[in-house]
């Protein structure tokens, strides 16, 4: 990794999935990037992304009920930022992730052509990391 990183990943994290997105920090643009297996191969997987892409920190997207109270998968994604600043040692971010999964699923629906579940999910993560950006301002949470 160079000493000044270009990119910042999100995640939305899922039980069996996790979508992923990314952004350059200096074009503040986001983007679907992949879909991983939620299992014992998750760390390697992200490992290799983000040493790939440069990535400097990371994003979570944080589910929460309807009432925006906290749920089991609320603490869920909690328990799984925290292994990731263990695993990974970058910046770790929560981000409010309300709606972005029916909003994903409206977009792809509104192309008109069949798609997998795993879009849904890189695509919810691109929302999230758009709404972490904008959120941010001027700042890249590097």
Do not use: C
Not at 46 to 71: F, H, K, S, W
Not at 102 to 111: G, N, P, Y
């Amino acid at each position: 990794m160079t000493a000044s990183p270009q990119a910042i990943l999100a995640l939305d994290v899922g039980d069996k999935r996790i979508g992923v997105a990314i952004a350059n920090i200096s074009v503040r643009f986001a983007s679907p990037l992949t879909t991983i297996t939620n299992d014992e191969m998750v760390w390697q997987q992200l490992t290799e992304i983000i040493e790939t892409n440069d990535v400097g920190a990371i994003v979570v997207g944080l589910p929460r009920g309807l009432d925006g109270q906290e749920t089991a998968q609320t603490h869920k994604a909690e328990v799984f930022m925290q292994q990731l600043r263990a695993h990974l040692g970058l910046p770790v971010h929560p981000q409010d992730e309300a709606a972005t999964s029916v909003k994903a699923e409206e977009e792809l629906a509104a192309r008109g052509k069949p798609y997998a579940k795993g879009e849904v999910d890189a695509l919810a993560a691109t929302y999230i990391l758009e709404d972490y950006l904008n959120e941010q301002g001027g700042s890249h949470g590097l």
